[in-house]
Structures are given as C-alpha cells and as structure tokens.
C-alpha cells in the first residue's frame, strides 16, 4: 500500500479533526448557522483567488445537490442539533455515515459487499464510540437532537453520491461551483437564524478559526476530499469519518496537555483495525455513472 495515495485523505482527516476544536471557538461568538455561511463565503473567496477559469453552470444538478447536501444540510442539521442535543451524542450519530454509505452502494449501487466490509465498518463504529464516550456509561436522548445529527450523517451520504456522478469533482472550478451552491442554499437559513439571534461578537480567536474553517478546511478539504473520492474510491475515502473523531480526541490530549486514557487508546486501535479489514477487502473499480 503506497502511503503517497492516501496523502491528500490523511491531511484531509487532520484538518478536519482539528475543526471541531476551531468550530467551538468560532460558536462561542457567532450563531452556528451564520458561522457555517462566513465560512464557506470565505472559502469561496479563496479558491475565487485562485488562478483557473471557471464558470457557473445553472444547470449541473449533481454540483447544485452536492453544495445543498454537503454545505447546506450537512451543516445545519449537525449545528441545530447542538442546540439539543450533547456534542458526545451528535458525533456518535453523525460517525455512523460510513456504514450507512456502504448499505447505500450495496443496495442501490449493487456494488459487491461482502461479510468482512460489514465486520470492519462495525469494529471500527465501535471503536470511535469507546473514543467518544471515554468512561461514560449513559448517553441522555433527544428525540429532535438525534433525529438532526442522523440528518447530517445522511446527508454526507448524499453529497457522495452526487460527487461520485462527476466527471472531475476536485478540480478547483467544481468545487468553487459546489461551494457557490452551498453558500446559496444556506443564505435562507442564515438569514432567519439572524432574525431570531441577531447578536454577533467579533474576536481575535474567532477571526482565525473562521479563516482556518474557511481556507483550510472547506476550500483545501473539500478539493483533497473529492479527489480521494477519485482515486481511492468512494467507500474507502467515506470510511476515513470513522478516524476524525480520534484525531478530535487526540488533538484535546495534545493541545490541553492531558494524559491519553486507555479507551482512547483501545478506541484507536479498534478504528485502524476495522479499517484495514474494511480496505484489504475493498475492490478497486471505476466510479460509477459519472456524467
């Protein structure tokens, strides 16, 4: 296994590993819906910076679907269900999205699925739950909380499968196209989100977390993302969710300077093993009806 391939995933799962930590701050001044708008206009900005040609194409469904459900739904679902809902239960819910993608191309993709892909997505569910829950032994439930983070973790879902139906997803001038898309179906969202919580406190920490969000996490994650998608399949890439949660929890081990658990560790191993099972019997193909 050539470690090069998988180079642009790895930074991908770092970058947004750490984003949970960047989010949180940015929240603590600005609502999350108008957070998530600020920053996918600040990473339309950037790649609008970048050097390529590019043109809106009004009627190109799949990059129109694709900002609604990987910008738009994806992120107010998994915000508003903060509001409800613990973040220790909303990540354990929105980290089921890789099985759910896999149960979505067995069944309607009819792609070849066997016993071991099963096997290793649950071994690595598992091991992000013993990362997340880390000593706790009860989850309180929120019908409505849930319910949206199940929403989040199905959209992912969907913004996949209309990637998969691109001819080239991570070029700069798709990814501008979907992110412009995505910044057009949140405006809603963000304007009555204003209207009902109009106060917006402007800081230091909050600037920087908006710019590492924006730039670094959407405008170079979403292009490093699908071009995974691209060249390492899309149920391999899907299932490298599995592995944010863990960055997350090492990252606060690191930056807050506490000592690693034993759960985070049995977590982590749990997630590596279920994954290489997954991969070793995952089959290369080309994707599939691209347009």
């Known amino acids: 296994m050539s470690v090069a391939r ?12 750490l984003s949970f930590i960047a989010t ?39 990059k129109i679907l694709a900002g609604f459900w990987g910008i738009t739904a994806y992120f107010a679902a998994e915000n508003i269900a903060l509001k409800f809902t613990s973040p220790t239960n909303a990540a354990m819910i929105v980290s089921t999205a890789p099985i759910w993608y896999v149960m979505f191309t067995h069944f309607v993709y009819k792609k070849k699925t066997n016993i071991f892909h099963y096997l290793g997505s649950f071994i690595a569910l598992i091991g992000v739950f013993v990362v ?16 949206l983070a199940f929403l989040a973790a199905f959209s992912w879902v969907f913004y996949t499968h209309h990637i998969v ?27 009555f989100e204003v209207a009902i919580s109009p106060a917006i406190v402007v800081n230091f920490k909050g600037i920087v977390g908006l710019l590492y969000l924006g730039v670094l996490c959407s405008a170079l994650g979403y292009v490093l993302w699908n071009k995974s998608i691209e060249t390492l399949g899309d149920r391999t890439t899907t299932n490298a969710v599995y ?47 691209k347009e």
């Open 24 to 62: 949180r701050i940015v929240v603590g001044s600005i609502s999350p819906l108008t957070a998530a708008l600020v920053r996918f206009l600040v990473a339309l900005v950037t790649l609008l910076v970048v050097p390529r040609k590019r043109k809106i194409q009004l009627f190109n469904i799949h």
């Open 165 to 191: 139906k691109l001819k080239d997803s991570s070029s700069i001038a798709a990814i501008f196209e979907i992110t412009f898309w995505g910044v057009v179906t949140l405006i809603p969202f963000s304007l």
């Open 132 to 147: 997340i829950l880390n000593g706790r032994i009860y989850l309180k439930v929120n019908p409505i909380g849930d319910a």
């Open 243 to 289: 592995i944010i949660p863990v960055v997350t929890a090492v990252s606060e081990v690191i930056i807050f300077k506490r000592l690693p658990t034993l759960l985070l560790i049995l977590g982590t191993f749990l997630v590596v093993i279920g994954l290489y099972l997954f991969e070793k019997h995952e089959e290369r193909s080309e994707t599939y009806g």
């Open 6 to 17: 998988y180079l642009g995933l790895i930074i991908v799962i770092l970058l947004w590993g």
